[in-house]
């Protein structure tokens, strides 16, 4: 049975390799995309993949998700750390929902340090760099596996 996964992305994400590469790491944004997209091809799994610097489309996008996926990978970006839109919208969910985050928040400055969705998804990766993504999609899959 094919499963479909959105993976949402917040600001500055498109700016992977660009910025801060000894945070972030060399991969692009596009690299990224292609990298899920082949690892989705094998699993058999339908993605659609998305970024946006905007608050509200991001909402709006994960609304969609509730509707049309299977299961959610997100990564707020910065707005993990000040959005109650997002964490709002993530509780009208009841898909499983994986947080994604390329490096490790709570080794980095203080203020991100406060997570604002943490306690409202189902599961959380971080600090692998984008092979995190890879993780947290195969989580995801053992997660709608179980589920049936």
Known sequence: MSRTVHILNGPN????????PGIYGATTYSELTVMLECRAGELGVDL???QTAGEGELVTWIHEAGAQADGLLLNA?????TSVAVRDALLTLSIPVVEVHVSNPHAREEFRRTNL???VVTATVQGFGVRGYLLAMEG???LLEEQG
Not at 13 to 20: A, I, K, N, P, S
Not at 77 to 81: K, N, V
């Open 48 to 50: 659609v993949v998305r």
């Open 13 to 20: 994400l498109d700016r992977l390799g660009l910025r801060e």
């Open 77 to 81: 970006a910065a707005y993990t750390h």
């Open 140 to 142: 995801l899959l053992s």
């Open 117 to 119: 969705v943490t306690d």
